[in-house]
């Protein structure tokens, strides 16, 4: 996997922001996501006792969401935790387990953030612009904004709104069960972001993709063995 923009992840907390701010225009938030054959979920645990940030991404077929290949990768954790900021902390070690992988996803479900962001940058738009790879944000809470109640209805969405934009939705993916936050991330149109979301998930909350990859990446798969660098099942 070839990168479409690199910086420095050795930065204060004022030069990430201006790399969010320069990305920022890179940004697509229309849809060119082309034919998904295989989709792909990442996630990012922290162990504080070692400083190791351990990120994780799932492969599943589309639409059968069948398990393709899993990548997780374990580095030295580099930038402090900052709100707003997350993708400086998470992306370095998730960009290296995308590099691993035989299969590359044709489309990306980040845990966190994307256009709803205080600069309209999170994770999953930054993951985006750099990889070229088309992104959706699924949040499992709110960062910013305002919105009504989502219907208590399967796939029934309702805007999230932040300074008079429409920034995200919150999508209800089970009746009677808290909602997600649907975000932009890149090369996906909302609407279009909140029907992926749907069509990856199954019989819980999250989406297949970012459930699987949040259990790799905070160690609950009882069957995957640590190395320092990275494993692949």
């Known amino acids: ?129 750099i990889t070229g790879l088309p992104t959706i944000g699924v949040a499992k809470s709110r960062l910013l904004g305002e919105h009504d109640e989502p219907p208590q209805k399967r796939g029934a969405w309702v805007a999230l709104s932040d300074r008079d934009e429409v920034v995200g939705a919150v999508l209800r993916t089970r009746v009677k069960v808290k909602p997600v936050y649907v975000s932009i991330g890149h090369r996906v149109s909302l609407a279009t972001a909140c029907d992926y979301t749907m069509r990856c998930v199954t019989r819980y909350r999250l989406p297949e993709t970012t459930r699987r990859a949040d259990r790799l990446a905070s160690q609950r798969d009882q069957r995957l063995k640590e190395k320092s660098n990275n494993t692949k099942q």
């Open 1 to 129: 996997m070839e990168l479409q923009h690199t910086h420095s992840w050795d930065v204060s907390t004022a030069e990430a922001r201006a790399i969010q701010q320069r990305l920022r225009e890179a940004l697509i938030t229309s849809d060119n996501v082309g034919k998904v054959d295989y989709v792909a979920g990442v996630d990012a645990g922290f162990d504080k006792r070692r400083n190791l940030t351990r990120a994780a991404v799932s492969v599943l077929s589309f639409p059968g969401l069948e398990p393709v290949e899993d990548s997780v990768v374990c580095m030295p954790t580099r930038f402090p935790y900052v709100p707003g900021l997350l993708s400086f902390r998470e992306i370095p070690a998730v960009v290296e387990a995308l590099q691993t992988l035989r299969q590359l996803p044709d489309l990306i479900l980040c845990d966190g953030q994307g256009y709803a962001h205080p600069r309209r940058f999170g994770l999953a738009c930054h993951l985006g612009v």
